[in-house]
């Protein structure tokens, strides 16, 4: 459902980000990319939702051929990918409903589709009961679930998440890694940036290890080991 | 687009306004002054033209009477001027009766230059069958003995023509920096809502709503400080010209001039500027969407 073949990225200060890169990555799916700060990691997930275009290779993603899609037809590409982030990228005027509630307005969703949608994520994230509390209100754990609930509300085939527990502590990272798992139990692909070891190794899935631009080794059921 | 969706945007439009209260001030002023502008000089510009028409349509000549002119020659010219096959009328006006005009539109004034004083010429004012022909019968009377000067309709026109088309450069040219300015303030404005709504716009990106979607809020704010721009000089022009045509009026009545009725003139002038400040509002948010809100 997601391949690249002989992906390559310079960035326009002339950094190599993604060096000749070869991945397959089937619908359904859970993929952790571990690897070094710098080694490329955000640049190989930020290419699959076209947030970066690649210089050399081709991506195929679902439907969707990257390099050639035309720009209005990135928004239907950007409806099959939701993305969570470290810094959870709320709105802070908005309650949690809201927030979640936001994603399939800017998508012209009936009211009625919202409401019963919103209340049906917020439920899976375990966020009901503070629906109508504003964001900084919240837990840094509880941020982050909106965010998740939000990146899900239109029902993407695939989860990216880039560091999704980067700012929270292990007993919250737990709670999150819950709810990312029953997301992939759905169905839902999941491609998920960490450098929480403890996450990797509890919880078996394929790990890519990105060195320096490249895929230095691709595991089912891997663990969290490298050199830093 | 989805009448809720419409909706959604107007109200985000109008969010954005008062969220950039001062800017959107600055901006509507900016609007605001130049389309007072642009309004009084069309408003200008169309009078002199109406009034050019009018004194082109004008099918009489006057005949300047040389001073030295005795009453039997004067008899003998008017004489001359009937004997002309496509003169309908003529009529004597004293240098008494011309001075009497002058005052009438001028005031006491000219109060000085009563009895020997007066510097005017005896006058015959010679009808001719149709405007077209004016300007040559007006040739030939000038040749005529005792004829000091003449003077017809099509010349004062030309002049009117030649100023309303200078007034139209020299404005056009000051309305265009205006509008300029205009499109700038906007496009300014525009752009620090785009700033302050980044994440906003990030997320709506992300989570694939269209470019559409993402622009229509900015090119309504843009269009809405345009229009409401628009109102405020359109209200001033509004009882400005109501009260120029009621004083102005009553000087012209009894000639054959006329100030533009402001049934239609002003609904005609008030749409357009509505108009103008609606497109400059658009293509001031265009310009700072096509620099922040491309890819
Ligand atoms: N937008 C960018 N412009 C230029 N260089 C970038 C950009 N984003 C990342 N890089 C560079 O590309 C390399 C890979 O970065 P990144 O993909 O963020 O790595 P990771 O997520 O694994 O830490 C780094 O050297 C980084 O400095
Ligand atoms: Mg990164």
Redesign the pocket.
């Given at each position: 459902m997601i391949e690249l073949k002989n992906v390559k990225k310079v960035?326009?200060?002339g950094?190599t980000?993604?060096h000749n890169m070869n991945v397959r990555i089937e619908q359904g799916e859970f993929v952790y990319v571990v690897?070094?700060?710098?080694?490329?990691?955000?640049?190989?997930m930020?290419m699959i939702y076209r947030e970066?275009l690649p210089t050399e290779g081709t991506i195929q993603v679902a439907d969707f051929d990257i390099v050639n899609l035309k720009r209005k037809d990135i928004p239907h590409l950007r409806r099959q990918v939701g993305v969570v982030f470290q810094d959870f990228k709320l709105l802070q005027t908005l309650t949690v409903f809201e927030n979640v509630a936001y994603a399939m307005e800017v998508l012209e969703k009936s009211p009625k589709q919202i409401e019963v949608r919103v209340k049906e994520v917020l439920k899976l994230v375990g966020l009901e009961q503070k629906a109508k509390m504003l964001p900084n209100e919240l837990s840094g754990g509880e941020q982050q679930r909106v965010a998740i609930a939000r990146a899900i509300a239109n029902m993407p085939r695939v989860l990216i998440a880039?560091e999704p527990t980067g700012n929270l502590d292990p007993e919250t990272s737990k709670g999150i890694m819950n709810i990312i798992e029953q997301i992939n139990q759905q169905g839902t692909t999941i491609i998920m940036?960490t450098h929480n070891a403890d996450i990797v190794n509890e919880r078996k899935h394929r790990v890519l290890v990105?060195e320096d631009?490249r895929i230095a080794r691709d595991e089912e059921q891997g663990g969290y080991n490298f050199e830093d | 687009m989805k009448i809720r969706t419409f909706w959604r945007h107007i109200k985000e439009g109008f969010k954005s306004i008062g969220r950039n209260g001062w800017m959107s001030f600055a901006a509507v002023s900016a609007v605001s002054i130049t389309l007072l502008l642009v309004g009084s000089l069309i408003g200008i510009v169309s009078n002199i033209n109406n009034f050019a028409t009018d004194i082109e349509n004008d099918v009489s000549v006057r005949v300047y009477i040389d001073l030295a002119a005795t009453d039997e020659i004067q008899d003998d010219l008017a004489d001359q001027l009937v004997a002309l096959d496509s003169v309908e009328d003529v009529t004597f006006s004293s240098r008494e009766s011309e001075l009497d005009n002058v005052k009438g539109s001028y005031g006491d004034t000219f109060d000085l230059f009563e009895g020997d004083r007066n510097p005017l010429h005896d006058v015959f004012i010679v009808d001719t069958t149709s405007p077209e022909i004016t300007a040559e019968v007006a040739q030939e009377i000038e040749g005529m003995d005792y004829v000091s000067d003449v003077n017809y309709g099509g010349a004062d026109a030309d002049k009117l023509f030649q100023m309303t088309s200078t007034i139209r450069n020299v404005g056009g040219i000051i309305i265009g920096a205006l509008l300029f300015t205009a499109v700038f303030l906007i496009s300014n404005t525009i752009r620090i809502t785009i700033f302050s709504r980044s994440t906003e716009i990030e997320i709506m990106k992300l989570v694939g709503a269209t470019n559409w979607f993402i622009r229509w809020p900015f090119l309504i704010e843009g269009a809405l400080i345009g229009f409401v721009g628009a109102v405020i000089p359109s209200v001033v022009l509004w009882f400005l010209y109501d009260t120029i045509f009621g004083t102005v009026s009553g000087f012209l009545s009894g000639t054959t001039f006329a100030l533009l009725p402001p049934d239609p003139f002003m609904y005609q002038l008030l749409l357009g500027l509505m108009a103008i400040g609606v497109t400059i509002g658009a293509v001031g948010s265009a310009f700072s969407m096509r620099r922040f809100l491309t890819a």
């Open positions: 960035y326009d200060n950094i980000a993604v690897g070094p700060s710098g080694a490329g990691k955000s640049t190989f930020r970066v880039d940036a990105i631009g | -």
